[in-house]
């Protein structure tokens, strides 16, 4: 390390520093990109300068600015840088991925055995010794960057053991077909950069980039920390295993869908046979109120015309019998003065008078009797006509309640 990657600064500072070299470097302080996919770090060139792919600069930029063994500025230089690649050169040189397919694989061999849920295998994490054990970054950052590259990780997760960090890491995938070719094309994309599987075992020295393949049986069934986490967290299956069970799944759920719809559209025609009996039965109901309300009018007129004509009768009947005892009451007076005129005539005539006048007080004693009763009768009568109005009003009370 030479004397100016020395630290000048704590490392609760990096952030700031790194925040103003990045501004430099868009300003055209450092130059990076040289020609097309061909990049190098500005702050580790020293006597030999080394070319980088675009993916391959973005790792060791990170590896860098994450290490706990560089110096503080150093790791500051080198996260300014992978901010620049990710932000001012990513759009450039990072292909644009075609639309996730929704649909199972067509061409690869059904019989090929995959992890289910679909897993992926990161090996050569960046790893330091410290403190008696190995310890590297958690899957955070990995999982953003492959999600910024279009693969759309759910979870990154480092694998640990009794010494630390093992350099490897499991992406999880979705489980659904989207998720399958989004792991075949983190595989694919690391195969393109031959840091793919079989360049994994291949090669002896792996440097610092990273390597990346779609767990297989192979993964499943080995002896060592990658295939125990495979064994407790997937099952092998085969994408003809998958449809199938896709298929029988959808049949069941198609089954039990048709014979929700049959059981609801028996439920359905035996609520409309209801609703239509209700519906009749209130249409006829509601004819018979209207009948029965027609038929309690009729009667409440008829009733009311034939209690007009009997109070009429008993009216014209009143003052009939009331005319002719006042017309015996003036024959009576007209009779006692004839009476009185003769009795000065002769004593016979005043005996046969006073017998006329006993007959006449009795028959108008008799006739003031009878006016007595003529005037209760018609007091009676008149008490007669308001209880009859009351009666009928209150029967056409009853009624209507009755209606209602």
């Known amino acids: 390390m030479s004397s100016d990657e020395d630290s000048e600064f704590s490392e609760s500072e990096i952030d700031d520093y790194a925040e103003k070299e990045y501004e430099l470097m868009k300003q055209g302080k450092h130059k990076v990109k040289f020609a097309e996919n061909v990049f190098r770090c500005p702050f580790c060139q020293g006597k030999k300068k080394r070319d980088y792919l675009y993916k391959d600069i973005l790792q060791h930029a990170l590896g860098i600015a994450s290490s706990h063994s560089k110096s503080a500025k150093h790791k500051a230089n080198h996260l300014a840088l992978s901010r620049y690649l990710e932000t001012e050169l990513a759009p450039v040189v990072v292909q644009v991925k075609p639309e996730v397919e929704a649909d199972p694989p067509n061409e690869r061999n059904q019989d090929e055995l995959f992890v289910y849920p679909w897993m992926g295998v990161v090996a050569n994490l960046p790893t330091e010794w410290k403190d008696g054990k190995y310890v590297g970054e958690s899957g955070s950052k990995l999982r953003d960057q492959l999600t910024r590259q279009g693969f759309n990780p759910v979870k990154v997760q480092p694998l640990w053991n009794y010494r ?241």
């Open 164 to 404: 630390g960090h093992s350099g490897f890491a499991i992406v999880i995938f979705n489980k659904d077909w989207p998720g399958f070719h989004n792991a075949m094309s983190f595989e694919k994309f690391f195969e393109a950069d031959h840091h793919g599987k079989r360049d994994w075992y291949a090669k002896k020295h792996h440097g610092s980039s990273l390597y990346g393949w779609v767990a297989r049986d192979d993964d499943y069934d080995g002896m060592n920390i990658v295939g125990e986490h495979l064994k407790k967290n997937g099952d092998l299956k085969t994408t003809a295993d998958i449809v199938a069970e896709e298929e029988r799944k959808t049949n069941k759920l198609v089954s039990k869908l048709a014979n929700d719809i049959e059981v609801k559209n028996t439920k359905m025609k035996e609520i409309e046979c209801k609703y239509n009996e209700t519906n009749m039965s209130l249409s006829n109901l509601m004819s018979q109120n209207d009948k029965l309300h027609q038929k309690y009018n009729d009667e409440i007129i008829k009733m009311q015309q034939n209690a007009k004509n009997h109070f009429q009768r008993i009216c014209q009947e009143h003052n009939k019998v009331k005319s002719e005892l006042d017309t015996q009451r003036r024959e009576l007076e007209r009779r006692r003065s004839e009476l009185e005129k003769r009795e000065a005539q002769n004593e016979t005539e005043r005996n046969k008078l006073a017998e006329e006048k006993l007959q006449n007080a009795t028959k108008n004693s008799s006739l003031e009797m009878a006016s007595e009763e003529q005037k209760k009768a018609d007091e009676n009568v008149l008490k007669l006509a308001e209880d009859q109005k009351v009666y009928f009003l209150m029967l056409h009370i009853d009624r209507l309640s009755v209606g209602v």
